[in-house]
């Protein structure tokens, strides 16, 4: 099929370049000229694992093009998706929708025979019925259908992720359209991925919903496992013990940091403006937002209390800044409310990131990026791991970091506390 995918965010590039792989022609269009040109020479924008190669591979096989010029992309295509940022609004809730409006607008110049708008950005409930009314002061209604077909990638995983989806949800009040997205998704339907199809807001709907059941989910084994610390209880058993049970499920059940991301943060507040537009109470969700707040403090005061409140001047180092393993992402870390905290407090502040130093944590004189583990952890009187990343799940903690009386706060509890016991290393993890 011909297809074209507005916006070479993360969702756009990386379903886009997923499609092409699949087979199908498709043109990557982005007004940013720059982005254009680098994207041609097969640099992504966005760290993605194996995205580079896959990028490469298909636009030098003629199935992925980049380009600006969104008339001759969407005249060549019979699927328009459209996949651009829905940010919150300023201090606010509120979804931010003014990019999907303005990509409406000027779809609605281009049409000159019948496409499907696909809607992929995440967006309020009716936000298709917008796109619908702002292309129809210009195009026939007969000539295009809007519909919805949320994204569900995780940052790190979405190559996989895309290629074999749990589900592929098509929200659409024109059944026709039903026929033409199973064709499209025909690949992966035969590997085993339920296709569901439901109303246009529905889906929308079905996007916000799922983000913030699995904020909720990750939110409340958090607040477990602050329970589990206060009596002395192993979070991992109460995880494998709860996730055993097939209602609930083992996965997103890991104790952390407060969670993070271009997602969550946003969909779950967004949810709940969503909500009170329609004055829905969504309680649930409030909570979960404030406990995930008050989680990034709580997790400071833990830190003060393994330093005995003695943060001046003592050297520490945090493995890992981005909110999660596997992306540069740096979108709501809670290493942004850490890093500043041990800071302010006179901490002594190195950092070591396999994705690179980042622009937040420029400007500081305590403060300073390490190229490796090894330099990141020399000395130091605490080391806090605050991401998953692979390479930090075996380090001799004791040949590195050559001085005695060191403490360990792994926040991601990749470490048996029994054997750095054995190797009398100070070790504090979450909920154990
Ligand atoms: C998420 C959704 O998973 C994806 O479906 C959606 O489309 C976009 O948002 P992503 O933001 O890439 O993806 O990250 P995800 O892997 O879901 O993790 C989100 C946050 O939750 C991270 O901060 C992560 O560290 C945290 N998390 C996740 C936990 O603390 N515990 C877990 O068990 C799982």
């Known amino acids: 099929m011909k297809i074209c995918m507005i916006g070479t965010g993360y969702v756009g590039l990386v379903s886009g370049t997923c499609f092409a792989d699949l087979g199908n022609k498709v043109y990557c269009v982005d007004k940013d000229k720059i982005k254009i040109n680098k994207l041609k020479d097969a640099i992504s924008p966005i760290y993605e694992p194996g995205l580079n190669d896959l ?5 030098k096989a003629k199935r992925l093009y980049f380009t600006d010029d969104l008339e001759k992309a969407i005249s060549e295509s019979q699927i328009i998706f459209i996949c651009v940022g829905t940010p919150n609004k300023k201090k606010s809730n509120l979804v931010d929708i003014s990019q999907v409006h303005s990509v409406a607008k000027s779809i609605s110049k281009y049409i000159k025979n019948y496409k499907i708008i696909v809607n992929k950005s995440t967006v309020p409930v009716s936000t298709g019925d917008q796109i619908e009314k702002i292309i129809a002061k210009k195009v026939k209604k007969s000539m295009f259908d809007v519909i919805s077909n949320p994204e569900f990638l995780r940052e790190g995983e979405a190559i996989r992720d895309f290629k074999y989806p749990d589900r592929i949800i ?9 026929k033409k997205m199973k064709l499209l998704y025909e690949p992966l339907i035969r590997k085993g991925a339920k296709f569901f199809t439901t109303s246009r807001k529905g889906a929308e709907l079905i996007k916000y919903a799922s983000n913030a059941f699995l904020a909720t989910k990750i939110t409340f084994i958090n607040e477990i496992a602050n329970l589990c610390e206060s009596i002395g209880i192993n979070i991992e058993d109460i995880s494998i013990g709860m996730g055993s049970d097939a209602r609930i499920g083992s996965r997103f059940l890991r104790a952390g940091p407060a969670y993070g991301g271009s997602c969550f943060p946003k969909d779950t507040k967004g949810l709940v403006s969503i909500a009170d537009k329609y004055r829905t109470n969504l309680s649930i969700v409030k909570s979960v937002i404030k406990s ?18 003695k943060i001046r001047n003592k050297k520490i180092t945090v493995l890992g800044v981005t909110f999660k393993a596997n992306t540069d992402d740096m979108r709501e870390s809670s290493s942004l409310v850490l890093i500043p905290y041990l800071l302010k407090k006179g ?86």
């Not at 989680?295 to 005061?301: V, Y």
């Not at 001085?403 to 048996?416: E, V």
Request: glycine letters at 4%; proline letters at 3%; aromatic letters at 12%.
């Open 170 to 178: 098509i929200g659409s009040n024109n059944k026709n359209t039903f």
């Open 347 to 432: 901490g002594l502040v190195r950092y070591y990131d396999p994705s690179g130093p980042k622009d937040e944590f420029k400007k500081n004189k305590n403060l300073k990026f390490e190229k490796n583990i090894h330099k990141a952890c020399i000395g130091s009187d605490l080391i806090i791991i605050n991401t998953e990343w692979d390479e930090f799940k075996s380090i001799d903690f004791k040949k590195i970091v050559k001085k005695s009386n060191f403490k360990i706060y792994d926040m991601r509890n990749l470490y048996n506390p029994n054997q750095l016991k054995k190797k009398k290393i100070k070790y504090y993890s979450v909920g154990r």
């Open 55 to 59: 990028i490469r591979n298909n636009y």
């Open 292 to 309: 995930n707040n008050n989680r990034k403090i709580l997790l400071t005061k833990r830190i003060s209390k393994i330093m005995n409140n």
